[in-house]
């Protein structure tokens, strides 16, 4: 047996011997597939022996696999239980809560359901830190993060929080002269439309009808990487300008909403991510939970 042997690899190891597939394994905890067969191939390394037969169209248990399938599930079932009553039994959550968040979502929806989780625990301190880069969790000593999907980092646990609707919209004004008072724009023109984008060079993804998702780009009139910047622009007849329904309804008759022929923009996901590696504490796991039942509206 060489080197030390993880108890989270066992756990992920059961978790694809039990349903014999990577990728339900990564849905069932929260770890993304590529981690999930990386963590088994570290635990076949340490074990010195082959755990599992896999090839494109199917995973099966080996002899040894079988044996520690038997032997490790209900230990871990039996380890579960007895963590879950000393959390029961556990302290009011104090110390520091670190938390990252984007302007605009964490605005809106993070902070409201933080202050109310703050105000229920008093022995604990929020940091909450809004900005619309992505942080190295692990560098920079967050707890917690809240991120647009997708999310690629394998070194991060995603957990999917909520959907939220994206529409177009444009000022009256602008309406009125670039789009000769039409609020329905056509696939085929999208192109020639003046847009207030996030980044150089931008496309906006649309689901069409049957469900696949087309790109389109848009003519780029005005570039800002904050949404609420890209907002204002628009309100001031810059362009047309993507953001989240809620945002563009909070502009009352500054916007006018838009559609596009047949198409409907994609809704942006968003996750909680935190280090794969990090067991969660109370403080952070407590949090997460809140979030995602205030946070959703």
């Known amino acids: 047996m060489n080197g030390m042997m993880s108890v989270d690899d066992v756990r992920i190891f059961v978790a694809v011997a039990q349903h014999l597939s990577f990728v339900e394994a990564a849905r069932r905890t929260g770890v993304p597939t590529s981690t999930v067969s990386r963590r088994v191939a570290q635990l076949e390394e340490t074990l010195g022996t082959r755990l599992l037969q896999r090839n494109s169209r199917r995973v099966g248990l080996t002899h040894e696999g079988a044996r520690l399938l038997e032997r490790a599930g209900p230990l871990l079932d039996e380890l579960t239980s007895v963590l879950d009553k000393t959390v029961d039994r556990e302290d009011e959550p104090s110390g520091r809560l670190r938390v990252t968040a984007p302007v605009q979502t964490g605005a809106q929806r993070i902070a409201p359901a933080l202050f109310s989780f703050a105000a229920r625990h008093p022995r604990l301190t929020v940091e909450l830190k809004l900005t619309n880069a992505v942080v190295d969790l692990v560098e920079e000593g967050f707890d917690l993060a809240f991120r647009a999907g997708p999310v690629h980092d394998g070194e991060l646990?995603?957990?999917?929080?909520?959907?939220?609707?994206?529409?177009?919209?444009?000022?009256?004004?602008?309406?009125?002269?670039?789009?000769?008072?039409?609020?329905?724009?056509?696939?085929?023109?999208?192109?020639?439309?003046?847009?207030?984008?996030?980044?150089?060079?931008?496309?906006?993804?649309?689901?069409?009808?049957?469900?696949?998702?087309?790109?389109?780009?848009?003519?780029?009139?005005?570039?800002?990487?904050?949404?609420?910047?890209?907002?204002?622009?628009a309100v001031q007849g810059l362009g047309v300008v993507r953001a989240s329904e809620e945002a563009i309804e909070q502009q009352g008759k500054a916007l006018v909403r838009l559609t596009v022929t047949g198409r409907t923009l994609e809704p942006r996901d968003v996750f909680a991510v935190y280090p794969s590696r990090r067991l969660l504490s109370t403080r952070v796991r407590l949090a997460l939970d809140w979030v995602m039942k205030h946070g959703s509206k």
Do not use: Y
């Open 157 to 233: 646990v995603a957990r999917r929080m909520w959907s939220v609707p994206f529409a177009l919209a444009a000022s009256p004004g602008f309406v009125k002269q670039e789009l000769k008072g039409r609020t329905r724009l056509e696939r085929d023109s999208f192109g020639s439309v003046p847009a207030i984008l996030h980044q150089p060079g931008g496309t906006w993804r649309f689901l069409r009808r049957d469900g696949s998702i087309e790109e389109l780009r848009p003519l780029e009139r005005l570039c800002v990487n904050d949404p609420q910047v890209a907002i204002a622009a």
